[in-house]
């Protein structure tokens, strides 16, 4: 058991490390699928060892062997979560949470999208709707898949919940049209339709609502450091961040999608109140 874990890990590093390529290499005309792999600085071809998924960057010391620059923790970090992910969603199917082969890569297909849509959007708050449509597509199959496959369910409850994407798009839309896009992206609009198929009406919203909480509290609390670094006459380091600044919104809805998939979270109590 430990090793099928063991090995789907190892999978996950590898496919995390073409996570990393996409990430740097989508939208700069660039070939995503082919091209050799350089030193940003140097523009040195790396050698095999050198592409190791996380173990050459822990050799390397995060620096290129040939010009010694620094290396973006970025890389390590998409590896290992990749990882993570792999051995988690395996850990799921084997424990009964997903029930389904087809669910299983839908999940790993949808976590790889998760990350590679977070990374981009704190690199450029911007999320390209080529990775939101793959996104969307995925998580109707999942709730296609509910929709025929859970049979507690009526069938008005089915197709509410079924529909719960396009009910989170309609205020995310007003948000946006309202405020010219200054206080909301479209793209995070776009995103709730795929969250409505993943989770349905009550987990969803429950999704949503709780990533403006978390939104909410990491920046005050990044606020709040500031504001203590300032008073200490240290340097926080980067541009400040303010209550009027623009702060990437789909890492947190997506996370806060990831904790209620795994742990089910009806906020508003809509299971037990409408039987949805």
Known sequence: MMGMFFWQFILGLFVGSFLNVVILRFGTGLPITSGRS?????????KWFELVPIFSYLFLGGKCRTCFSKISIQYFLV????????????????VGKIVDPLLFFLYIAIGCIFIVITVYDLHHKIIPDTFVFLFVICAMFVGLFNFFEIEYLNNTVK???????FIFFIPFYGLW??????????????LAIGVGFLLGLPEGLS???LSF?????????????????????????GENLTMKSEVPFAPFMLLATVIVLVFPIDLFSLHVLFGL
């Open 177 to 190: 049209k309202y405020s010219e896009g200054r206080w909301i992206g479209l793209g995070d609009g776009k």
């Open 207 to 209: 999704a949503i609502v």
């Open 38 to 46: 350089k030193c940003f600085s140097c523009n040195t071809t790396l």
């Open 79 to 94: 590896e290992l979560t990749t990882g993570l992910l792999f051995a988690g969603v395996m850990y799921l199917y084997t």
């Open 213 to 237: 909480w978390l939104g909410s509290i990491w920046a005050l609390f990044f606020i709040l450091y500031q504001k203590v670094v300032q008073h200490f006459s240290l340097s926080p380091g």
């Open 159 to 165: 197709i509410i919940n079924l529909l719960a994407g």
